[in-house]
């Protein structure tokens, strides 16, 4: 089976930062226009090779805390870095080398989920032979069966949580960030589901995620990062 | 574009989308057609430069909420593509607007004055492309705003004068900014027009905003430096990243208004009051249309207390009045009413119903100013009045009933 764990492959179009570095968040507060601050000054250092469980109540600022490292929203003061990057000023740079798994799904719906993997990885510039038979095993990894084959739209909400986990690992990142990756997933997928994640981080991977699901958080996550305790 | 984002690829959303600004072409061509009937070469050249106005006026609002946030924002991170690939996917998404906008000046002109034309065309690429330029920069200001990096002037004045202060969070006042530098850019275009008369010199202003717009774009992100260092993706997200926190749903508490109270839509029957409140309250919360209806009003009050003639007159409420009522559609988008809860909650009647009432609401103004034009200036008589109003409830039961008709077709095929 092909490795599903990040590498920098030889043809990559876009260039990706030494995958051994952290990524450090510096003293960020975000608030939105006219209300109050939901970070304040946040600074922690997430390590390659493990995983970190966002918790906090509702509100507090998990998914929030994850736009702000997926460059989907800028800080209203401090900084992200990764290796030698500013993550806000260099997100083209910074994204190369990061999976997204996005609470609310947008797949695009008129292709099936094999040309969604393809897609990515040839507009990512990673395509090479091997990408082929990867995602399929990334498909068989995440249990998504004979359906692959149809238009991502006809999806049920699990088949589309799936669909989004290979996704996020279709062009090979360093860094997963999952907001809610296990929602809607069945027992089965969910357990197949924490396997690759376990895996990737396994093999070096940094992972960010929140769950409500503090049982999996506790088999995945090296350390937790409560949100609620400021 | 197609390989960028292949989820648009759908043969029914391209057509629908090509369809869209054939109908807004056509109809700015009628209404330009209109306003323009009678009226000799110096008023075609005079109509041209009120139309630039009128126009900077509506980019100056509705700018940033036609670019932001990029409705595929979080496919586009999947692919993530590189600055240039996100300047010509934004730049494809706004040149149709700009092409659209520049029927009238062509229709006014019409085939004998091919130089008012190009003055009109040139005005409105220069301002599109001024626009596009200062709107998709906006988040890093915005930014530079919010960590007090710039803005200490207006923090400062506010401090010792509060009277001065706008009733927005400090962050989003380059947001006004950019309002007045269009709607100037507008104004001091059609008033150099003006100046000139006729004759190639008019284009001479039009080309120097150009000129000048077109450096301010490459020295923002236009230099191979700049593309190499990625100047355009950080203006990008940054950007999208300030207006989708703007429009947070979730955690965003910041709002300069409050919303439209349930009691207050006591005069929508209870069937389907509780559709048109949060019909209106989203709405609201989308578009800023009261200021659009406002701006809209002003003109029509404008045209007609200038005794502008019947073509100007007529179109300024023809103008209106569609605008008002079309903006009704933002309720078929999912954003606004998600598809299943559209196709859940009621059926076709009730919700054509629900969005004829949120249409309506804005017959009262409109009737109120052109009362108040009917008793204040001889261009306007009460039967007009009456008949205008007439027009807009037609409008209004019509736009409603074929959004819905459209919104139900596509959730039926696409949830059935």
Known sequence: ?230 | MSALLPGDQSRAATLFRIGAFAVLALTLGLLAATAASGLDGEGRGRLVRYVGILIAGGLSVAAPHLLFPDPAMRRLQLSNPNSGRLLRRQLGRWAPVVAVLAVPAVVIAGAARPLLAAEGVLSIAALGLFAWVRTATLGLRVRAWERGEKGRFYRGLTARFPAFKFQVPDELVPSFGLTAEIFLAGGALSIAGRAVGDGPGTLVAPAILLAVTLALALRSFGSAQDRQRGAFDQAFWTSNGVWADAFQPSEGTGEGREPIAYDAVYWAPRAIRARVWAGLVSLDRRLPLGRLVALGLGLVAAVHAADAGAGPEVASLALVVLGVNGAVALTATDALVPGPLALRVGGAWGWAAARFLMNVRWLPPLAGVLALLAWLTDGLGWAEVWQWALIDLAVAALSAGLVTLASHARLRRLHA
């Open chain 1, 1 to 230: 089976m092909p490795s599903l764990v990040p590498s920098v492959p030889d043809a990559d179009r876009q260039p990706k930062v030494d995958a051994s570095q952290p990524l450090a968040v510096d003293a960020v507060t975000k608030r939105y226009p006219g209300g109050p601050s939901v970070l304040r000054e946040l600074s922690h250092t997430f390590a390659p090779g493990t995983a970190t469980g966002l918790v906090g109540p509702n509100g507090s600022g998990k998914s929030t805390l994850l736009r702000v490292l997926s460059a989907l929203s800028p800080p209203t003061s401090g900084t992200v870095r990764y290796g030698g990057l500013d993550v806000h000023r260099q997100p083209h740079a910074y994204l190369a080398s990061v999976g997204v798994v996005h609470d609310r799904p947008d797949l695009p719906g008129f292709l099936t989920a094999v040309e969604t993997l393809a897609w990515i990885a040839r507009e990512r510039g990673v395509w090479d032979a091997g990408s082929a038979e990867r995602h399929a095993a990334l498909l068989d990894a995440v249990q998504l069966d004979e359906r692959r084959h149809q238009l991502t739209r006809t999806y049920s909400a699990g088949m589309t949580r799936k669909t989004q986990l290979a996704a996020a690992l279709a062009a090979r990142p360093a860094v997963l960030l999952l907001d809610e990756p296990f929602r809607a997933l069945d027992t089965a997928a969910t357990e197949a589901a924490l396997g690759l994640l376990v895996a990737f981080r396994d093999g070096g991977g940094l992972v960010v995620l929140s769950s409500h699901r503090a049982d999996l958080l506790d088999r995945l996550c090296d350390a937790r990062l409560d949100l609620g305790a400021g």
